[in-house]
């Protein structure tokens, strides 16, 4: 069997699906992608068992077969080619895997009986929708900071799928800070939920331009689509949080920040915190906030102030200055809300400045005052 293809097009083709393949897998197949050949198209699989890329090549050739092929050899033999046409053969019973360039170049290698490679996630009776790839995107870019590494706690270890019939709600939680990222824009078939792994959506490759991307979803699984792609990932087995529960409706003290502005003197406050709980202290009052942090062991303290728009009470509240630096970090806003009721509860964060049919809300824990902080 053989086919012949152009070296840079199934390069580029490859290193889209090659994220589920790691270097010490739990089957040594794993380390091959799996290839099918078929009316001229060669379909190209990689997975790790929990998640699955397939991509369809378009191939010059009029036969059919399927071996598994070493993913990471190959991709570098052919990350190091110049742009040309390559022959790829193999033998079905032997399974030797022979390359040859136009310019006399010859690679041989050793692939894998294709029926030992495991057999693709079953994606039948999949409710579906489609979404913008530029959407999606920021969806998952907004949600995945706040995903928790707590293995105990598996549902907060992925981010939490909301499929309603008009609206698609993304939501993570790390236990102390929660973000929810909401599309009005969105119709689903039907409604449902499921909670995606941290890794399918590192490995999920989308496009930068404006793409239509299905997704498929049941109890077990979820589908994306998109162009000649698809990925399968297994979903979480476990139970979200009741996170609107958790989301304070009568924060009345208000203040209104220049994102930039206060981004900037929190990492310059954040240098002089304490090593163990990264406090920073904002002090509220009037239309006057000051932002402070000390280190009692390293006799260390910073102190800056800004103006900014309050209405409420005057408030003393403290928070982990590393987790808001990573909050404010990924919004994409000019200017913030930052809504509290008083030191002991949960505060909300809004950008101001949002997109059309969009709605992102942040929540955050604050971090006790108490003389072990002083």
Same mark, same amino acid.
């Given at each position: 069997?053989?086919?012949?293809?152009?070296?840079?097009?199934?390069?580029?083709?490859?290193?889209?699906?090659?994220?589920?393949?790691?270097?010490?897998?739990?089957?040594?197949?794993?380390?091959?992608?799996?290839?099918?050949?078929?009316?001229?198209?060669?379909?190209?699989?990689?997975?790790?068992?929990?998640?699955?890329?397939?991509?369809?090549?378009?191939?010059?050739?009029?036969?059919?077969?399927?071996?598994?092929?070493?993913?990471?050899?190959?991709?570098?033999?052919?990350?190091?080619?110049?742009?040309?046409?390559?022959?790829?053969?193999?033998?079905?019973?032997?399974?030797?895997?022979?390359?040859?360039?136009?310019?006399?170049?010859?690679?041989?290698?050793?692939?894998?009986?294709?029926?030992?490679?495991?057999?693709?996630?079953?994606?039948?009776?999949?409710?579906?929708?489609?979404?913008?790839?530029?959407?999606?995107?920021?969806?998952?870019?907004?949600?995945?900071?706040?995903?928790?590494?707590?293995?105990?706690?598996?549902?907060?270890?992925?981010?939490?799928?909301?499929?309603?019939?008009?609206?698609?709600?993304?939501?993570?939680?790390?236990?102390?800070?929660?973000?929810?990222?909401?599309?009005?824009?969105?119709?689903?078939?039907?409604?449902?939920?499921?909670?995606?792994?941290? %890794? *399918?959506?590192? @490995? #999920?490759? $989308?496009?930068? /331009?404006?793409?239509?991307? =299905?997704?498929?979803?049941?109890?077990?699984? +979820?589908?994306?689509?998109?162009?000649?792609?698809?990925?399968?990932?297994?979903?979480?087995?476990?139970?979200?949080?009741?996170?609107?529960?958790?989301?304070?409706?009568?924060?009345?003290?208000?203040?209104?920040?220049?994102?930039?502005?206060?981004?900037?003197?929190?990492?310059?406050?954040?240098?002089?915190?304490?090593?163990?709980?990264?406090?920073?202290?904002?002090?509220?009052?009037?239309?006057?906030?000051?932002?402070?942090?000390?280190?009692?062991?390293?006799?260390?303290?910073?102190?800056?102030?800004?103006?900014?728009?309050?209405?409420?009470?005057?408030?003393?509240?403290?928070?982990?200055?590393?987790?808001?630096?990573?909050?404010?970090?990924?919004?994409?806003?000019?200017?913030?809300?930052?809504?509290?009721?008083?030191?002991? %509860? *949960?505060?909300? @964060? #809004?950008? $101001?400045?949002? /997109?059309?049919?969009?709605? =992102?809300?942040?929540?955050?824990?604050?971090? +006790?005052?108490?003389?072990?902080?002083?």
């Amino acid at each position: 069997m053989k086919f012949t293809v152009l070296s840079t097009y199934i390069k580029k083709q490859l290193s889209l699906v090659i994220g589920p393949i790691s270097n010490n897998p739990i089957m040594p197949v794993l380390e091959n992608f799996l290839f099918e050949i078929k009316d001229g198209v060669l379909k190209t699989t990689a997975t790790d068992t929990n998640t699955t890329m397939i991509v369809d090549s378009n191939v010059d050739t009029t036969e059919e077969g399927s071996i598994a092929v070493p993913a990471k050899i190959f991709l570098e033999t052919l990350s190091n080619l110049p742009d040309q046409i390559i022959t790829f053969s193999f033998d079905e019973i032997s399974y030797n895997i022979e390359i040859t360039t136009n310019d006399g170049g010859t690679y041989k290698l050793l692939g894998t009986n294709p029926q030992d490679y495991p057999k693709t996630i079953e994606t039948t009776d999949t409710s579906t929708v489609m979404i913008y790839s530029t959407v999606l995107s920021k969806g998952i870019k907004t949600t995945k900071p706040m995903i928790g590494t707590d293995e105990m706690r598996p549902a907060m270890t992925g981010v939490l799928f909301k499929f309603q019939t008009n609206a698609l709600t993304l939501v993570s939680t790390d236990g102390h800070r929660l973000i929810r990222y909401t599309r009005t824009d969105v119709t689903c078939e039907s409604e449902g939920e499921c909670i995606v792994q941290k %890794k *399918a959506l590192d @490995i #999920l490759k $989308l496009p930068i /331009e404006k793409t239509d991307v =299905i997704i498929g979803f049941n109890d077990s699984c +979820i589908i994306f689509k998109f162009q000649n792609i698809q990925m399968i990932s297994r979903v979480i087995n476990d139970k979200f949080p009741n996170y609107e529960n958790v989301i304070p409706h009568n924060n009345d003290n208000i203040f209104t920040v220049n994102k930039t502005n206060f981004l900037g003197t929190l990492k310059r406050t954040f240098i002089y915190a304490d090593t163990n709980t990264h406090l920073i202290r904002l002090n509220l009052t009037d239309n006057h906030m000051e932002i402070s942090a000390e280190n009692i062991d390293r006799s260390t303290e910073a102190k800056e102030n800004l103006i900014v728009e309050h209405s409420g009470e005057d408030i003393e509240i403290g928070f982990n200055g590393k987790s808001l630096i990573n909050i404010f970090e990924i919004l994409d806003t000019d200017m913030v809300d930052f809504k509290m009721l008083n030191p002991s %509860k *949960a505060a909300l @964060i #809004l950008p $101001l400045e949002q /997109e059309l049919n969009e709605d =992102i809300l942040i929540l955050v824990m604050p971090v +006790i005052l108490n003389s072990n902080n002083d």
